[in-house]
């Protein structure tokens, strides 16, 4: 046997140990070797964006210092209410689990994780009362693993504001 044969039946060999794990310990708890799903929270007001390009912010116009990706709207009832109606459009979301949840700010942790490979992205969601009685949000999502997430942050924070559209019409 030559050298290069050695090398990549030794690469072959590899792969198929990490798909057998992949596979045997699950996506949630094979990613764990990367480190915590759950990347933290975040204080929008001071947030500073990622240098790589796997995170989304959407805010309301004034509301964050960072470059936002989408500008939330306003919602004709309260911040309590429009964070009642948010928690139905997670129900609708698939593997999504709530980890952190703070009612003296308004503020709800949840780790997505991607159909095929189970990465993890962690969202933080804000509900901002504004005058009144109407309110509005503030999203972060970021990925735990990869440089770039071909666009799945955004794509979170857009389809999880039209949903929440569909229980709380902005006005």
Partial sequence: MNILTTIASAVVLGVALIVVAFYALGADRFWRFAGDPDLGPVVFETLQRRTSPNDALAC?????????????PVYGLPARDLRAAFVKVIASEPRVSNVDSNDATLTDRYV?????????????????????GRSTLAIYSRSQLGRSDLGANKAHITRLLAKLATFAPPV
Avoid at 60 to 72: E, H, R, S, Y
Avoid at 114 to 126: A, E, I, K, Q, W
């Fill in 112 to 132: 997505f994780r991607s159909l095929t490979m189970g990465y993890p992205d962690t969202v933080v969601v804000r509900f901002i009362d504004q005058p009144d």
């Fill in 60 to 72: 309301p116009p004034g509301f964050c210092k960072a470059l936002i990706d989408v500008a939330t």
